[in-house]
């Protein structure tokens, strides 16, 4: 079958083994993959991805330097069933799954292995217990969205806001964009964003933000107090003092640079919480003292449980997320080196598509 492989930190199509299933394992059709972040950086920097997988405690069970392919943002349709499966979706079925499969050595990623090929191959083999099927009616793009929103979704879910809560989204990239989508189904506000690019703060805007600020013309820390949120130590002491109501303030940081943190720690209210969405491949400092002085949570988020991939799934099939605004386009093999590249220039596209099927 043909797929799209990254040998020698290049992207090239090639004819690879087809997927036979194992127990309890379910081949598929890819329909479309999205391109992700992450897939961006394991180009030209898988080695160090694995490298700080394993300090972290992952499973050795990825050879950087061996073949990949990538794509973990799927939609798919069923051809068949391996041995011990329930056979519960039948042929024909178009299906979304979290994106992990049973190998020998434990759990892998599906896109992230050299055992399981991921969405820019035609075929893939998925395990039947993680499959959803895509209700009636919803495109194979809007269900591939599924996989990156449910990473808002558990961002969210973990920096659990309430009505009493003032939101800040640093970073209008896809995450940035699924954590307002996600604010915004549960009917949270106000939601301020921040991001340098145009185009990706009228996407906020488009997903539901409810200010939307150029951090180059000034800062989004300046709304704080016209929401009953102390922006001070100052301020915070006095409040107190006089009794004055307050919202806390929840900062959600999808950017993934170093220096940013520390930033933040530096210009975020009193007993706000960060929660880092974006990923920094990189060592990073911050200024403990700060931090303890303002009595500020850091929660450090990674992906979604299989419940907040399904309750996103929900929420993009009843139209609560629209996922439709962010995606850019579909492309077919011959065109991923160039929506890479794409991707990775400021401003450029939200969300690019791969149907592995197409030359």
Request: charged share 20%; net charge negative; aromatic share 4%.
């Amino acid at each position: 079958m043909k797929a799209i492989v990254r040998r020698d930190r290049r992207l090239v199509t090639d004819d690879i083994a087809e997927p036979a299933p194992g127990p309890g394992q379910v081949l598929v059709k890819t329909l479309v993959c999205g391109i992700c972040g992450s897939d961006l950086h394991a180009l030209h920097h898988l080695e160090h991805m694995v490298e700080t997988n394993l300090r972290a405690g992952a499973a050795d069970t990825l050879d950087a330097s061996a073949d990949i392919v990538f794509g973990h943002e799927f939609s798919a349709e069923i051809l068949d069933h391996g041995p011990e499966t329930a056979r519960t979706l039948k042929p024909g079925t178009r299906v979304v799954s979290v994106p992990m499969a049973l190998g020998p050595g434990g759990v892998e990623l599906v896109g992230y292995s050299n055992r399981y090929p991921g969405g820019f191959a035609e075929r893939m083999l998925l395990q039947e217990a993680m499959l959803l099927p895509v209700p009636n009616g919803l495109s194979a793009e809007a269900a591939a969205m599924v996989e990156p929103m449910a990473v808002g979704e558990h961002a969210v879910g973990k920096a659990n806001p309430g009505k009493n809560s003032v939101c800040l989204v640093v970073g209008c990239g896809p995450v940035g964009l699924a954590v307002i989508a996600a604010l915004k189904a549960r009917g949270l506000g106000p939601v301020i964003a921040s991001d340098f690019s145009e185009a990706r703060r009228h996407m906020a805007e488009v997903m539901g933000a409810d200010i939307v600020v150029d951090p180059s013309a000034s800062s989004p820390h300046a709304h704080w107090e016209a929401f009953d949120v102390p922006a001070t130590l100052a301020s915070f002491g006095a409040a107190r003092l006089m009794g004055r109501s307050m919202r806390d303030a929840i900062v959600f940081e999808c950017v993934g640079v170093p220096g940013l943190i520390q930033s933040l720690v530096e210009a975020v209210p009193p007993t706000a919480r960060i929660v880092v969405v974006g990923v920094c491949m990189e060592d990073d400092r911050i200024t403990p003292v700060l931090a303890i002085n303002k009595q500020l949570s850091l929660d450090f988020v990674f992906a979604y449980s299989p419940e907040e991939f399904a309750a996103t799934l929900q929420r993009v099939a009843d139209g609560t997320i629209d996922v439709a605004p962010l995606i850019s386009g579909v492309v077919g093999r011959s065109g991923v080196p160039a929506a890479f590249e794409a991707l990775g220039k400021a401003g450029g596209p939200v969300k690019l598509m791969v149907n592995p099927a197409l030359d």
